[in-house]
């Protein structure tokens, strides 16, 4: 079992940056790959970015691509959404889950952990 707890949301103007963790209760982090998804209200959840187990590779939906940085930090068993350039479309619920494999995935059903979410509002 992987508890997962996110943190770093808020309230941001449009235009500015948050950076998101999320620490895994398990020092075997590093045998997970990553994953961050949004869900708005009233939507779908979407998947946002992730990262392997390693953190050599990287995938971002294309609508945060080249504003958010997923990265990872093994031995502080912690995985980092920086959030650049924030639009209010940006506002969601914002949830890290964990998949008991090397490589990453982007669908929600495809991993096995999840953590309760943060809550990030940009306002215009």
């Known amino acids: 079992q992987v508890q997962l707890v996110e943190s770093g949301g808020g309230l941001v103007q449009d235009g500015g940056s948050l950076r998101l963790s999320c620490a895994a209760s398990?020092?075997?982090?590093?045998?997970?790959?990553m994953g961050w998804f949004r869900q708005a209200p009233g939507k779908e959840g979407e998947f946002v970015a992730a990262?392997?187990?390693?953190?050599?590779?990287?995938h971002y939906a294309d609508s945060v691509k080249g504003r958010f940085t997923i990265s990872r930090d093994n031995a502080k068993n912690t995985v980092y959404l920086e959030m650049n350039n924030l639009t209010p479309e940006d506002t969601a619920n914002y949830y890290c889950?964990?998949?008991?494999?090397?490589?990453?995935?982007?669908?929600?059903?495809?991993?096995?952990?999840w953590g309760q979410g943060t809550q990030v509002t940009v306002s215009s």
């Open positions: 990262i392997s187990w390693s953190g050599s590779r990287t």
């Open positions: 889950a964990a998949r008991f494999s090397q490589d990453y995935a982007l669908h929600e059903y495809e991993y096995n952990y």
């Open positions: 398990k020092r075997t982090m590093k045998l997970y790959a």
